[in-house]
């Protein structure tokens, strides 16, 4: 499974951006995606996951207010909107995929089956 995100830039305060993530490989339809961040000097910080079927979804607290993970199965490409943007959101955003979909947070960004590489978000203040 090959994964590769877009949609990253320079916003302000305030805007919203879609990053997408485009899945590849013969099986990557069947797979859990999800989305993880990584702030300069931090861990990779979990926001969200989708099913392969589109549902369900689900959200870390932080991330649940602001941010919106969709998917077009026909294009096997996963999304994740973001609205109303925080200098504090800048990082770098990564998506993942996974055949189990549950305790993504606590497994950790390094124990998904795959994982691109990245995508830089910065929000100017």
């Known amino acids: 499974v090959y994964l590769e995100e877009s949609g990253g830039g320079l916003v302000h305060t305030g805007d919203s951006l879609r990053l997408s993530c485009a899945a590849s490989?013969?099986?990557?339809?069947?797979?859990?995606v999800g989305w993880f961040r990584q702030r300069p000097s931090e861990a990779h910080q979990f926001l969200a996951t989708?099913?392969?079927?589109?549902?369900?979804?689900y959200y870390t607290d932080s991330a649940k207010d602001r941010f919106t993970i969709t998917r077009d199965i026909a294009k096997n490409t996963v999304f994740l909107q973001m609205s109303s943007l925080k200098p504090e959101d800048t990082a770098t955003y990564y998506c993942a995929a996974d055949r189990d979909s549950s305790n993504w947070s606590s497994r950790g960004f390094y124990n998904m089956d795959y994982w691109g590489k990245g995508i830089l978000v910065t929000v100017s203040s």
């Open positions: 989708i099913s392969s079927s589109g549902q369900p979804t």
């Open positions: 490989g013969q099986t990557s339809s069947s797979y859990t």
